[in-house]
């Protein structure tokens, strides 16, 4: 049996349109996706918090409760960015429980941790936390190539993940260069080590994702993440009824209602056709891009680098950077290139061409990473370069959210009686100065009704 995981409202929904999406538009098809027969509807956290708060003048909060009344007979699930919750900088652990109990308690029921360096450290304590409010914990294994990365140092992580007391472990190809081949192996190799089932998310970025979730089901993999069709493909995930349509024809049971996903992508395309319509969406990111395979990079690394290069008129200069790039990555002993390390391996390759001197300028970021501020690298570090930042002081080596003071009671305080409850001051502590203004928004809202109410009684 291989199970779904749909991705609309939430990874598809980012990687198309900017998580632009608002609760208006899918709201009246809530009810008909609860009965769909998905594994998880993963629907919150990564950019979706930020979004609402940010552009769609919503309570994410409120979303995922509305989402929950109206699916009760659906997993709920999200992306959590493990210590870092859903921001770049490492949060203390105070914080971090508190946000993983309010997200249950709002109506979360899977959660997916990750590090961006998969270090097992930085998910420790969402992934206690997460088991302590009875939820699902789900690990995720950041996927990335490079000289370091094998199918044994996988299986290696996939075990100490295991360990923390994961109820399943994913494999995330968040640029889309996982191939066929690789995935098929990666996934056999952890079904024979780890026990707690498999799930494969990936991106069609790059062409590759159809052939690559085939494979990996035919490794054992247990769920597939895939986005309803007329928002999959590109940058988004591979089609849903593409792939219940080809697996079931394979002899795979597929726990899907093909009849109702027909409902829900008819419910979605006119909307689609409006964001294309409104250029919210380029017809460009749906199709197939293939340069990632070329660089070895994401596709949004490569259009920042882009970005970067032409509004410095430098555009001239992109092959020198493409080739610095893995440069840089090297001395910084491959990460994988998710945010925030992309945009911070990005600048600095792009720094070290434009100033004709490497590591002449190194930028606040690189510098916190190479003090371990970021977690442990997964490969060695150049040490000339750590020293030329560090001097004599050696790297944190600890875990760096131990030097962190608690943070929520503090911020509860600061915030006073603007938020109304903890979930406020989660949201402020994550977006402070988007959390202050939705909060402003709102209070304005309320008095505007109040005022309006008076004068109906009136
Ligand atoms: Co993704």
Not at 160 to 175: F, H, N, R, T, W
Request: hydrophobic share 35%; with cysteine; net charge negative.
């Amino acid at each position: 049996m291989v199970n779904i995981t749909e991705t609309v409202l939430r990874d598809a929904n980012q990687s198309l349109i900017a998580t632009r999406m608002p609760f208006s538009e899918f709201e009246p098809i809530l009810k008909t996706m609860d009965k769909a027969g998905y594994y998880s509807l993963e629907c919150w956290g990564g950019a979706t918090f930020d979004s609402c708060l940010r552009y769609l003048n919503e309570d994410p909060w409120e979303r995922l409760r509305k989402i929950k009344a109206a699916c009760p007979n659906t997993k709920l699930q999200m992306l959590l960015r493990g210590q870092n919750i859903l921001g770049y900088k490492h949060y203390p652990d105070d914080v971090v429980r508190m946000f993983v109990r309010k997200s249950v308690e709002n109506g979360i029921d899977i959660i997916r941790i990750f590090d961006a360096l998969n270090d097992v450290r930085n998910i420790k304590v969402a992934v206690d936390e997460t088991l302590k409010c009875g939820a699902h914990a789900s690990g995720t294994i950041c996927y990335t190539l490079s000289p370091i990365h094998n199918i044994e140092s996988y299986v290696k992580l996939a075990k100490e993940i295991e360990a923390l007391g994961v109820q399943s472990i994913c494999i995330k190809d968040m640029a889309g260069i996982m191939s066929p081949q690789e995935g098929y192996e990666l996934v056999k190799a952890l079904k024979a080590n780890v026990s707690v089932p498999i799930i494969v998310h990936t991106h069609s970025t790059t062409g590759l994702g159809f052939m690559t979730l085939l494979k990996c089901v035919e490794a054992g993999a247990d769920v597939i993440d895939t986005a309803i069709s007329c928002f999959s493909g590109g940058t988004s995930q591979p089609a849903t009824e593409t792939m219940v349509y080809a697996l079931r024809q394979l002899g795979y049971e597929v726990p899907v209602d093909t009849n109702v996903c027909k409902e829900i992508n008819d419910f979605f395309k006119p909307y689609r056709n409006e964001c294309l319509k409104s250029g919210q969406l380029n017809p460009v990111v749906m199709g197939t891009q293939t340069d990632a395979l070329i660089y070895q990079i994401p596709g949004g690394m490569l259009s920042n680098l882009v970005a970067q290069l032409t509004a410095q008129n430098k555009l001239d200069k992109l092959d020198e950077v493409l080739l610095e790039t893995p440069r840089v990555r090297e001395d910084l002993g491959y990460p994988p290139l998710v945010t925030p390390m992309s945009q911070m391996v990005g600048v600095q390759a792009t720094a070290n061409v434009l100033a004709g001197e490497r590591y002449k300028n190194i930028s606040k970021e690189i510098k916190s990473y190479l003090k371990g501020e970021y977690g442990k690298a997964p490969g060695e570090i150049n040490k000339e370069l750590q020293k030329k930042v560090l001097g004599d002081e050696e790297p944190y080596s600890g875990r760096y959210a131990d030097t962190l003071a608690p943070q929520f009671e503090e911020a509860k305080k600061e915030l006073g009686d603007r938020a109304t409850c903890d979930e406020d001051v989660l949201s402020y502590i994550a977006f402070p100065t988007q959390a202050e203004a939705f909060f402003e928004k709102r209070d304005a809202k309320k008095k505007n009704t109040f005022t309006y109410t008076i004068k109906k009684m009136g």
